[in-house]
């Protein structure tokens, strides 16, 4: 996958992120959360020193040598679960704001996803606009009884999404995250 563009030759190459691409990471993140930008920066680094957080999968976007957009899945399970099912949690993802509705972020959870899948990924969960994330299979988990890890209030209800791995056999629970994405300031608008 590294270097990838699929059959697009448009599309943004999308790589494994390496130590190097620390700093243009966080300044990415920065720029795309604004006033959320501290959270954000803090969750990253917080994520990348939580074993729990571990397998993590830190994607890149590239374009003109540097990082235009980031994405980051970490280890979610389901209590309680079928033995065996693995399953990931999307955040955050962040494109640059100069470069935004060009394919990035679509390049990256595309990419992501495919990563997953071959892996035998069995769930993935995320925390965001279902406007954005139903193109890439995502639907509202609480109706398919996936709890979240905290209560959301009302307007995050249809945010809180599930995306089942075609030929998985799903599963229904409580959803938990990494330690430190358990914290309830991260499930609060
Ligand atoms: C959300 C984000 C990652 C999308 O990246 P992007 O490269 O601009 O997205 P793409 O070009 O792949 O996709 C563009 C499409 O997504 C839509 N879109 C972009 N941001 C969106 C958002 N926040 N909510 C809903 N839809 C959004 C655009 O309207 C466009 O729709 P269309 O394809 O129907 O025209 C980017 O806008 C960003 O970094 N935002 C700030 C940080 C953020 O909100 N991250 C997501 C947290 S869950």
């Given at each position: 996958m590294t270097g990838s563009r699929g059959s697009n030759p448009h599309a943004p190459a999308v790589r494994p992120a390496t130590p190097a691409d620390?700093?243009?990471i966080e300044r990415?993140?920065?720029?795309?959360f604004g006033a959320e930008g501290d959270t954000i920066v803090t969750l990253l680094g917080d994520l990348a020193r939580d074993p729990t957080a571990a397998p993590r999968l830190s994607l890149v976007a590239e374009?003109?040598?540097e990082a235009v957009g980031h994405v980051l899945f970490t280890a979610a399970r389901i209590e309680p679960g079928p033995p065996g099912l693995t399953c990931r949690i999307l955040a955050p993802l962040a494109v640059d704001p100069g470069r935004q509705g060009r394919g990035i972020g679509t390049a990256l959870v595309r990419a992501g996803l495919d990563v997953l899948d071959a892996a035998g990924v069995d769930l993935v969960f995320v925390l965001g606009?279902?406007?954005y994330y139903?193109?890439?299979?995502f639907v509202p988990?609480?109706?398919?009884g996936l709890v979240p890890p905290h209560p959301l209030v009302?307007?995050?209800?249809?945010?809180?999404?599930?995306r089942t791995r075609a030929g998985s056999p799903g599963a229904q629970g409580r959803v938990r995250c990494a330690d430190v994405l358990e914290e309830p300031r991260y499930w609060r608008p």
């Amino acid at each position: 996958m590294t270097g990838s563009r699929g059959s697009n030759p448009h599309a943004p190459a999308v790589r494994p992120a390496t130590p190097a691409d620390g700093g243009a990471i966080e300044r990415l993140h920065r720029r795309a959360f604004g006033a959320e930008g501290d959270t954000i920066v803090t969750l990253l680094g917080d994520l990348a020193r939580d074993p729990t957080a571990a397998p993590r999968l830190s994607l890149v976007a590239e374009a003109d040598g540097e990082a235009v957009g980031h994405v980051l899945f970490t280890a979610a399970r389901i209590e309680p679960g079928p033995p065996g099912l693995t399953c990931r949690i999307l955040a955050p993802l962040a494109v640059d704001p100069g470069r935004q509705g060009r394919g990035i972020g679509t390049a990256l959870v595309r990419a992501g996803l495919d990563v997953l899948d071959a892996a035998g990924v069995d769930l993935v969960f995320v925390l965001g606009d279902p406007a954005y994330y139903g193109r890439f299979g995502f639907v509202p988990a609480t109706p398919a009884g996936l709890v979240p890890p905290h209560p959301l209030v009302p307007e995050f209800a249809d945010a809180w999404m599930e995306r089942t791995r075609a030929g998985s056999p799903g599963a229904q629970g409580r959803v938990r995250c990494a330690d430190v994405l358990e914290e309830p300031r991260y499930w609060r608008p």
